[in-house]
Nanobody
Framework: QVQLVESGGGLVEAGGSLRLSCAASGSIFSPNTMGWYRQAPGKERELVAAITSGGRTSYPDSVKGRFTISRDNAKNTVYLQMISLKPEDTAVYYC?????????WGKGTLVTVSS
């Protein structure tokens, strides 16, 4: 039905930047929310950014001011621009699509921030 494919992860030095992309295909019904989650070893998955189909965004304090989420509805793609990266940002980043009570997930892309 729905497929999400992340890209853009990699190795970056502390203070650097990365831009993640998530391409969605399938039945993308509106309204919906797309977001980025991350999971580091030994930690629970946490939300880092979300954006509604109407363009409303939200961020936790840990990334506010450093991460920016955006989406291109015509291309069914969501982006995460990350700047001033810190070692604690190291994690597998997952793309999420929520339609009503249904969640769809990508397989993740690894972001490693060296000190």
């Amino acid at each position: 039905q729905v497929q999400l494919v992340e890209s853009g992860g990699g190795l970056v030095e502390a203070g650097g930047s990365l831009r993640l992309s998530c391409a969605a295909s399938g039945s993308i019904f509106s309204p919906n929310t797309m977001g980025w989650y991350r999971q580091a070893p030994g930690k629970e998955r946490e939300l880092v950014a979300a954006i509604t189909s109407g363009g409303r965004t939200s961020y936790p304090d840990s990334v506010k001011g450093r991460f920016t989420i955006s989406r291109d509805n015509a291309k069914n793609t969501v982006y995460l621009q990350m700047i001033s990266l810190k070692p604690e940002d190291t994690a597998v980043y997952y793309c999420n699509l929520r339609i009503l009570v249904m969640d769809f997930w990508g397989k993740g892309t690894l972001v490693t921030v060296s000190s």
